[in-house]
């Protein structure tokens, strides 16, 4: 049988478009990305951590991307896009599993180990799906295509902590009052009993995982042709370019990425604490990542409206960063739930700002498409570092004296600079011409 054949006698069997697979992928990245944000708070109980130790959840996680997004590139010269999307999916399940040892010893150090193999997973996903979906049409028209995506990642991500929450937040509130008042040993073996409660959702996340990569191994999921030149018909030719450096605009991209990804973690991934620190009881906090969530979920269903028949992708992400600028300071300057309220609503300015940023990063990149795209994938790290320096900022202001309230709301000043570069890459930036030798 040919390859031909093979490849397309299981898309006729199934009836499933590779749409709907990469759908379903990027529902998966949705899910396992914003369970953080329930871990977070979860695992500083019962971990016993401080904020910059608790933040080392998104560290673990997000620093993933760093380190694999190359690795992740040779995997699926390997393996194919298809077959290395199943490894993935395999990855990720090995990071939930480790979760049971975690959960069993109530070891941080494993916790965080499980995150970064997740994270090494997610990485592989990644790398391949986003290609797919910007390659599957007109480049002008690629921030409407993963706007639709990221609706599937956002409804899984609204979900996530939802779940997440009702089983390992459940009665933590009056749990950490009556901490204060037992001995070493009932503490032990409270925060013992407490951090059991996420090994079976970690065992259904392992089983789903597994059946899923089995599925797309299986699919009818066709492969991109990695040795043709990916750049549309009308730019110009790239053939005077050999070396991904001499693309100002993909290397400024990827800061802003970066840039991007760690303002979206914060306010997703911080809010849920950001809200206890508020005097908000966590039995309610733990809906505001939620709300974050279907912030974004409306912007995606706007971009999709409005791209590119009303609005470019250049408009789009220069209003979306000057809303960010609007609501990062309206939260720095309120309190209570009036403040929590702007970060959430950070969730409507950062919707469409992948969207129009990975298309405007790549275009005209040509046969540096996938090294391009493996280095826009590295600047998902940015999702590591800053929420862990608003975490140390929150800290240190605490230490200095600071109330914790008040120190949680100044540490979010670390989100303006990034709004600002944002910015600066959507009115300028992107415009930056390639070198030449």
Same mark, same amino acid.
């Given at each position: 049988?040919?390859?031909?054949?093979?490849?397309?006698?299981?898309?006729?069997?199934?009836?499933?478009?590779?749409?709907?697979?990469?759908?379903?992928?990027?529902?998966?990245?949705?899910?396992?990305?914003?369970?953080?944000?329930?871990?977070?708070?979860?695992?500083?109980?019962?971990?016993?951590?401080?904020?910059?130790?608790?933040?080392?959840?998104?560290?673990?996680?997000?620093?993933?991307?760093?380190?694999?997004? $190359? !690795? =992740?590139? @040779?995997?699926?010269?390997?393996?194919? /896009?298809?077959? #290395?999307?199943? %490894?993935?999916?395999?990855?990720? &399940?090995?990071?939930?599993?480790?979760? $049971? !040892? =975690?959960? @069993?010893?109530?070891?941080?150090?494993? /916790?965080?180990? #499980?995150?970064? %193999?997740?994270?090494?997973?997610? &990485?592989?996903?990644?790398?391949?799906?986003? !290609?797919?979906?910007?390659?599957?049409?007109?480049?002008?028209?690629?921030?409407?295509?993963?706007?639709?995506?990221?609706?599937?990642?956002?409804?899984?991500?609204?979900?996530? !902590?939802?779940?997440?929450?009702?089983?390992?937040?459940?009665?933590?509130?009056?749990?950490?009052?009556?901490?204060?008042?037992?001995?070493?040993?009932?503490?032990?073996?409270?925060?013992?009993?407490?951090?059991?409660?996420?090994?079976?959702?970690?065992?259904?996340?392992?089983?789903?995982?597994?059946?899923?990569?089995?599925?797309?191994?299986?699919?009818?999921?066709?492969?991109?042709?990695?040795?043709?030149?990916?750049?549309?018909?009308?730019?110009?030719?790239?053939?005077?370019?050999?070396?991904?450096?001499?693309?100002?605009?993909?290397?400024?991209?990827?800061?802003?990425?970066?840039?991007?990804?760690?303002?979206?973690?914060?306010?997703?991934?911080?809010?849920?604490?950001?809200?206890?620190?508020?005097?908000?009881?966590?039995?309610?906090?733990?809906?505001?990542?939620?709300?974050?969530?279907?912030?974004?979920?409306?912007?995606?269903?706007?971009?999709?409206?409005?791209?590119?028949?009303?609005?470019?992708?250049?408009?789009?992400?220069?209003?979306?960063?000057?809303?960010?600028?609007?609501?990062?300071?309206?939260?720095?300057?309120?309190?209570?739930?009036?403040?929590?309220?702007?970060?959430?609503?950070?969730?409507?300015?950062?919707?469409?700002?992948?969207?129009?940023?990975?298309?405007?990063?790549?275009?005209?990149?040509?046969?540096?498409?996938?090294?391009?795209?493996?280095?826009?994938?590295?600047?998902?790290?940015?999702?590591?570092?800053?929420?862990?320096?608003?975490?140390?900022?929150?800290?240190?202001?605490?230490?200095?004296?600071?109330?914790?309230?008040?120190?949680?709301?100044?540490?979010?000043?670390?989100?303006?600079?990034?709004?600002?570069?944002?910015?600066?890459?959507?009115?300028?930036?992107?415009?930056?011409?390639?070198?030449?030798?």
């Amino acid at each position: 049988m040919s390859a031909k054949a093979a490849t397309s006698t299981p898309e006729k069997a199934t009836g499933i478009s590779p749409i709907y697979i990469i759908a379903a992928l990027f529902f998966v990245f949705g899910f396992i990305t914003w369970l953080n944000s329930v871990l977070i708070p979860y695992l500083k109980i019962a971990c016993q951590l401080n904020n910059f130790e608790s933040y080392l959840v998104a560290f673990a996680f997000y620093i993933a991307y760093l380190v694999m997004a $190359i !690795p =992740a590139g @040779l995997v699926l010269k390997k393996t194919g /896009f298809k077959n #290395g999307m199943a %490894v993935g999916l395999l990855i990720i &399940a090995v990071g939930a599993l480790i979760f $049971i !040892p =975690a959960a @069993l010893t109530r070891i941080y150090g494993l /916790f965080l180990t #499980g995150l970064f %193999v997740q994270g090494t997973g997610l &990485a592989i996903l990644q790398t391949a799906s986003n !290609p797919y979906v910007t390659i599957l049409g007109p480049i002008e028209s690629a921030a409407r295509r993963i706007s639709i995506m990221g609706i599937f990642n956002k409804v899984a991500g609204s979900i996530a !902590p939802i779940v997440l929450g009702a089983i390992t937040l459940k009665d933590t509130d009056q749990l950490q009052q009556k901490l204060l008042t037992l001995s070493v040993a009932a503490k032990e073996a409270i925060l013992s009993q407490l951090a059991h409660r996420v090994i079976l959702p970690y065992v259904v996340i392992l089983v789903m995982l597994t059946v899923l990569a089995v599925m797309v191994y299986y699919s009818g999921l066709p492969e991109i042709d990695t040795e043709k030149d990916d750049s549309p018909k009308k730019a110009q030719p790239i053939t005077k370019q050999t070396s991904i450096f001499q693309f100002p605009h993909l290397l400024l991209g990827v800061v802003t990425l970066f840039l991007y990804v760690g303002v979206e973690v914060m306010a997703g991934d911080s809010v849920i604490s950001y809200g206890a620190s508020q005097g908000i009881q966590l039995s309610l906090a733990k809906f505001f990542t939620t709300c974050t969530l279907v912030g974004m979920i409306l912007g995606y269903i706007i971009g999709i409206i409005c791209i590119p028949k009303y609005i470019t992708q250049e408009k789009a992400l220069t209003i979306s960063a000057v809303i960010g600028l609007l609501f990062s300071v309206m939260s720095i300057f309120k309190t209570g739930y009036e403040s929590v309220l702007y970060i959430s609503l950070l969730g409507l300015a950062n919707a469409l700002m992948w969207p129009a940023l990975w298309p405007l990063a790549i275009n005209g990149l040509g046969k540096f498409t996938k090294i391009g795209s493996s280095l826009l994938i590295m600047g998902i790290c940015g999702g590591a570092l800053i929420p862990l320096l608003y975490g140390f900022i929150v800290d240190k202001l605490v230490l200095s004296g600071q109330p914790k309230s008040i120190a949680a709301t100044h540490g979010y000043w670390v989100l303006v600079p990034c709004y600002a570069a944002i910015l600066f890459y959507a009115l300028i930036g992107h415009k930056f011409k390639p070198k030449t030798v």
